[in-house]
T-cell receptor, first 114, second 113 residues
Framework: DSGVTQTPKHLITATGQRVTLRCSPR?????VYWYQQSLDQGLQFLIQ???????AKGNILERFSAQQFPDLHSELNLSSLELGDSALYFC?????????????FGPGTRLLVL | DAKTTQPTSMDCAEGRAANLPCNHSTISGNEYVYWYRQIHSQGPQYIIH???NNETNEMASLIITEDRKSSTLILPHATLRDTAVYYCIQTHAGGTSYGKLTFGQGTILTVHP
């Protein structure tokens, strides 16, 4: 158990819908990262927040957005869903940006778009 | 894009050492080598990292060549639970990358009884 929690564990929805994935970082961690893992693209970095502010962006689609709240939990919003958005979405946390050795991953949310 | 190259798959007998190679010929002076592993769709798990010296922790050892262009992750006594995909990542610790990890395809390590 990494200490990072993600909800829900599984999500099934239809194309065109919108979903919200939630992540609670480890206690004391200020930085949250989101990653997407699909069969054809592998594990890809989406976006990072530190203490409520966006710090880095990766291959995140415009249909996707995220935020980190004052209590440090983060939400990843996926809208206008397409079949290709079906993937595992991981959240990771670390104490501070660049704390690579202390980047702990949650168990992931498996999204299936039908 | 991932900057490291790793074999697609490797096998190892239980109880033997597993030696996973990684090439990072473009590594710069301030980039580290990190190893993570992912056990069957679980979240990736940090294993070890190093800059230029060999490193050891409770999970593994990391041997980095003197020219830093390649490294080997060593699991000294592999168990069935070590069956996973192992990712070698070269990246800056901090700075403008702010800690994002760029994963390649990794090496699928299968530990046999």
């Amino acid at each position: 158990d990494s200490g990072v929690t993600q909800t829900p564990k599984h999500l099934i929805t239809a194309t065109g819908q919108r979903v919200t994935l939630r992540c609670s970082p480890r206690s004391g961690d200020l930085s949250v990262y989101w990653y997407q893992q699909s069969l054809d693209q592998g594990l890809q970095f989406l976006i990072q927040y530190y203490n409520g502010e966006e710090r880095a962006k990766g291959n995140i689609l415009e249909r996707f957005s995220a935020q980190q709240f004052p209590d440090l939990h983060s939400e990843l919003n996926l809208s206008s869903l397409e079949l290709g958005d079906s993937a595992l979405y991981f959240c990771a946390s670390s104490v501070e940006p660049g704390g690579l050795e202390t980047q702990y991953f949650g168990p992931g949310t498996r999204l299936l778009v039908l | 894009d991932a900057k490291t190259t790793q074999p697609t798959s490797m096998d190892c007998a239980e109880g033997r050492a597993a030696n996973l190679p990684c090439n990072h010929s473009t590594i710069s002076g301030n980039e580290y080598v990190y190893w993570y592993r992912q056990i069957h769709s679980q979240g990736p798990q940090y294993i070890i990292h190093g800059l230029k010296n060999n490193e050891t922790n409770e999970m593994a050892s990391l041997i980095i060549t003197e020219d830093r262009k390649s490294s080997t992750l060593i699991l000294p006594h592999a168990t069935l639970r070590d069956t996973a995909v192992y990712y070698c990542i070269q990246t800056h610790a901090g700075g403008t990358s702010y800690g994002k990890l760029t994963f390649g395809q990794g090496t699928i390590l299968t530990v046999h009884p």
